[in-house]
């Protein structure tokens, strides 16, 4: 059976996988998570534990140990322990500097 391609940007896969982690909105819970790949739009990630029970309608992927570098994002799709994120864009086009997140740094 031929799989269909729907993305519509180009990939860049890591052979080893790049930790990162990931953060609800308000900051209520955490995960650890690999990000296997990533593209302009989006990227898969491997969970490290479940994520019963977590609201992953928008959430923030931080991939820096200090929270500097983070992308906003909500799930795509879930298969298993791995999941599709769709990274979300700032009405105003930059990046949102929330009080919360540089006090976990």
């Known amino acids: 059976m031929t ?4 993305r519509k940007a180009d990939r860049v896969g ?3 996988g790049v930790s990162a982690q990931m ?3 308000d900051g209520t819970w955490r995960r650890s998570c690999t990000m296997e790949d990533v593209s302009q739009a ?3 990630l491997t969970i490290d534990g479940s994520i019963e029970g977590l609201h992953l309608k928008e959430f923030f992927l931080l ?3 200090t929270g500097l570098a983070f ?3 909500e799930l ?5 322990d791995q999941i599709g994120i769709k990274f979300l864009k700032n009405e105003a086009g930059n990046k949102p500097s929330p009080k919360w997140l540089k006090a976990t740094a």
């Open 23 to 25: 953060m609800a909105i």
């Open 14 to 16: 890591f052979s080893r």
């Open 63 to 65: 991939l820096s140990s």
């Open 3 to 6: 799989r269909i391609e729907k």
């Open 42 to 44: 989006g990227a898969r």
């Open 71 to 73: 992308r906003r994002c």
């Open 76 to 80: 795509a799709w879930v298969n298993g």
